[in-house]
């Protein structure tokens, strides 16, 4: 029987299984997908992300969701892609391009210790409400929505997927348990409003350099960091008037440090840098008949 090697990796907790997809793919990913995730039967994770070839960047990173959806973009995912790409990189290119299902970015890693963090351009903030998208017309800030019995100010941001930014006045939210969390996490997931479904990122402003959060992420559930989330949420801070444009997201698997750039190079871009941890490598077991050959190009 074939034998896959994998390497889970997490960034702020956000854990994916990464698969190198250059020779040897899987047939059907979105299936493998919601069964290596599984926490209970299978490896555990937030979904798998596979290292591609790319015609247009260094490597192609290829996503998907626990619940086996296909995503567009992962903030801590494409950190330790990078890092997963650098190490097995014979020329140790840095920075490094990462084709994504919503354009090229570059991450530059940086050694820690034993650690490595890496810095992600992660492009321009999307805020007009059909390109997010979200059902109306125009900003979304401070927008009204009725969710199940009561009516919330929403703020609306893509960062290559759409999200949904709710600012709490206590820390309330981040007391309710799993369950009760999750109730309220799908209200939002699947609200109509949503046409392609939604990230939804709960923010408590400790101070304007400080954001405290809990996020429910469309097909994964709650998750303990998300990285797109993060940077959705300081550039709802800074419309809000909540927030400088550089601060901390603390979120409850640890930090990232987020700038939305006012000016100079990449201005008007937002910049995310954390950590991309290896966990654990090991193989998988597949049937031929759930892999495919590739010839290695894009």
């Known amino acids: 029987m074939p034998k896959l090697p994998f390497v889970k990796m997490h960034g702020c907790g956000n854990d994916y299984i990464y698969l190198v997809a250059d020779k040897l793919r899987p047939a059907d990913p979105s299936t493998l997908a919601r069964r290596l995730a599984d926490r209970r039967f299978g490896i555990g994770g ?26 567009e973009m992962c903030g801590n995912g494409i950190r330790c892609l990078a890092r997963l790409y650098h190490e097995r990189d014979r020329e140790r290119r840095n920075p490094i391009t990462v084709e994504t299902d919503c354009g090229v970015k570059t ?33 979304i800030i401070d927008y009204p929505l009725a969710v199940g019995a009561e009516t919330v100010r929403i703020t609306a941001v893509s960062m290559g997927n759409p999200h949904c930014v709710v600012f709490v006045p206590d820390d309330r939210i981040f007391a309710l348990d799993d369950t009760a969390f999750a109730a309220l996490g799908r209200q939002y997931e699947h609200h109509p409003f949503f046409p392609r479904r939604v990230n939804t990122e709960f923010i408590l402003p400790l101070s304007r350099e400080r954001l405290r959060m809990r996020v429910w992420e469309r097909g994964s559930g709650e998750t303990l960091a998300c990285g797109t989330g993060a940077c959705a949420a300081l550039v709802a801070a800074v419309l809000t008037g909540r927030a400088e444009r550089r601060a901390t997201l603390e979120l409850r698997g640890g930090r990232l440090e987020i700038e939305w750039r006012e000016n100079g190079p990449g201005a008007n871009h937002v910049f995310m840098t954390g950590e991309a941890v290896e966990v654990f490598r090991g193989e998988i077991e597949l049937d031929e008949s759930e892999l495919v050959q590739h010839d290695g190009r894009p």
């Not at 937030?46 to 995503?71: F, H, K, V």
């Not at 530059?108 to 998208?133: H, N, Q, S, W």
Request: proline share 5%.
């Open 107 to 139: 991450v530059t890693l940086v050694a820690r210790d034993r650690a490595f963090a890496a810095t992600v351009d992660m492009g321009e903030p999307i805020l007009e409400g059909r390109d997010i998208p979200v059902a109306q017309d125009g900003l």
């Open 46 to 71: 937030d979904g798998l992300i596979m290292l591609c070839p790319s015609a247009s960047a260094d490597t192609r990173m290829e996503m998907y969701n626990a619940d086996g959806s296909r995503g």
